[in-house]
């Protein structure tokens, strides 16, 4: 097979400020170079639970491999707590719950392990006092970062450059807050708004322009605050995804605010609730370990598939000849095209019909073999080698031709913010019913729920159900 990957498709923006992801792209490269940075108060928080931990394991008295998996075990479930978070609440006591609630879920699987290990009452005493020295060892030197980062916020500066969208009374009063009180870690530059009302003279920070990702890139911004502005809630959404992009922190000032209890997704500005937005996809850790498991997984799904891609590639050259593949231009993230690989299932007239018809459902030209493959997906088989190469994702949305990615861009609002992710073999609209000739509409409200609510446990249940409608096809 060959394995050339063509140029990237220029997908038109619904608007001129709202531009697609390829140039957005090219800017975050540049920007996310100089202002990525590893965040001081994660690492330190980590570096002190670390050492606790294995101070606490030492006095237990527990051997090397128990301290290694008590350790693990219990540093885990703190990540998986979200304790090393970036906040702007430097809080001991605030996280203090969360805190014991993971600890207490870490002291059940050790609990477990031991028990399946056969290790005895004597070494469960050891996990206990383990569990119960990490939160003597821990606390003090928790409350001293925090203190300590709370204090150098306010003497140093350190905090994030902000942009607060909306310059209006309840915008201005956010950025009063910002400046009296640097504590929070938000260091208001500017203001952004497409309709500013009053006196600009009289905010507290510079109104900077209409236009957000300008301003971001200009002012190195590394965090918005979405308050109240002129700009439609549809315009915001996409302004809010074009900076995801940049890899700035998000904070929105819900509507109806004074109404808005505390919860894990949730900062405190003195007395504002912000809602931190979740970063894009593609800038979390997890992303990678999702694409090291693409490639896993694909590898070992092609030797094992290997008999039966050649069984059905014999049976395709037996019914209707060469060539056995079909190979054709699709668009993945950014805007990317690459050759997809398939099983072929009927012969297309020319190359003509293969760039501009949408759906071959029920083509008389469809033999049997055909028939099969396409029923049991077999014919999508051959896109794990777009997997292995990384063109696509396992999860994600479906890959289209470039004349339709420039077609459904312009009818359809936010088709293209579905490049953001690599396309995927399945995904959430695929295994929602939406295959074939289905609402493209529909298609991409589930693309862009999914790469917004993205996370490793959602592409299993695709996986999962991804079989379960293979299984159901396969009985009818």
């Not at 920070?205 to 890139?217: A, K, Q, R, S, T």
Request: with cysteine; net charge positive.
């Amino acid at each position: 097979m060959s394995t050339q990957q063509t140029d990237r498709v220029t997908i038109p923006a619904q608007r001129d400020h709202r531009a697609a992801t390829g140039p957005i792209r090219g800017a975050s490269v540049l920007l996310n170079r100089s202002l990525d940075r590893v965040p001081a108060l994660s690492v330190a928080l980590l570096g002190v639970d670390l050492a606790a931990a294995t101070a606490a394991a030492l006095l237990a008295r527990v051997s090397p491999l128990w301290l290694l998996v008590t350790v693990t075990t219990v540093l885990g479930f703190q990540a998986a707590a979200r304790v090393y978070r970036r906040r702007l609440q430097l809080s001991f006591l605030h996280d203090v719950p969360r805190s014991l609630a993971s600890l207490a879920c870490a002291f059940g699987v050790l609990a477990v392990l031991v028990l399946l290990s056969g290790a005895g009452l004597g070494r469960a005493e050891s996990i206990v006092r383990a569990v119960f020295w990490f939160v003597v060892l821990t606390a003090p030197p928790r409350a001293a970062v925090c203190q300590f980062a709370r204090w150098a916020r306010v003497r140093f500066g350190w905090g994030e450059r902000a942009i607060i969208v909306g310059a209006g009374g309840v915008g201005s009063e956010l950025a009063r807050l910002m400046l009296a009180h640097p504590e929070f870690g938000l260091r208001p530059v500017g203001f952004v708004d497409v309709s500013p009302r009053g006196d600009s003279s009289d905010l507290p920070v510079p109104l900077l322009g209409p236009e957000l990702i300008e301003v971001i890139v200009a002012q190195r911004a590394r965090a918005v605050v979405l308050g109240f502005s002129g700009t439609k809630d549809t315009d915001a959404v996409d302004l809010v995804i074009a900076a995801h992009q940049l890899g700035v922190e998000l904070f929105m000032l819900p509507r109806m605010w004074e109404l808005y209890p505390d919860a894990s997704y949730v900062e405190r500005l003195r007395s504002y609730p912000l809602v931190r937005l979740t970063s894009a996809p593609t800038a979390r850790v997890r992303w990678f370990v999702k694409r090291l498991l693409d490639r896993v997984v694909a590898l070992v799904a092609l030797v094992l598939a290997g008999p039966v891609i050649g069984l059905a590639a014999l049976a395709v050259a037996v019914e209707s000849g060469q060539p056995v593949f079909f190979v054709q231009d699709r668009v993945g993230l950014d805007g990317r095209v690459f050759r997809l690989y398939k099983l072929r299932s009927l012969r297309a007239a020319d190359e003509t019909e293969s760039r501009t018809r949408w759906s071959v459902a029920g083509d008389p030209r469809i033999g049997p073999v055909g028939r099969l493959l396409r029923r049991t997906s077999v014919d999508e088989l051959p896109q794990l080698w777009n997997v292995l190469r990384g063109d696509m994702s396992l999860v994600g949305p479906r890959p289209e031709r470039p004349g339709f990615v420039r077609e459904f861009s312009q009818t359809h609002t936010r088709y293209w913010a579905r490049h953001r992710v690599p396309a995927g073999l399945t995904g959430l609209a695929q295994v929602n019913g939406l295959r074939g000739d289905t609402s493209i509409a529909d298609r991409t409200r589930y693309d862009n729920y999914y790469i917004s609510s993205w996370s490793l446990w959602l592409d299993v249940r695709i996986l999962l159900m991804t079989v379960r409608e293979l299984v159901r096809r396969g009985q009818h």
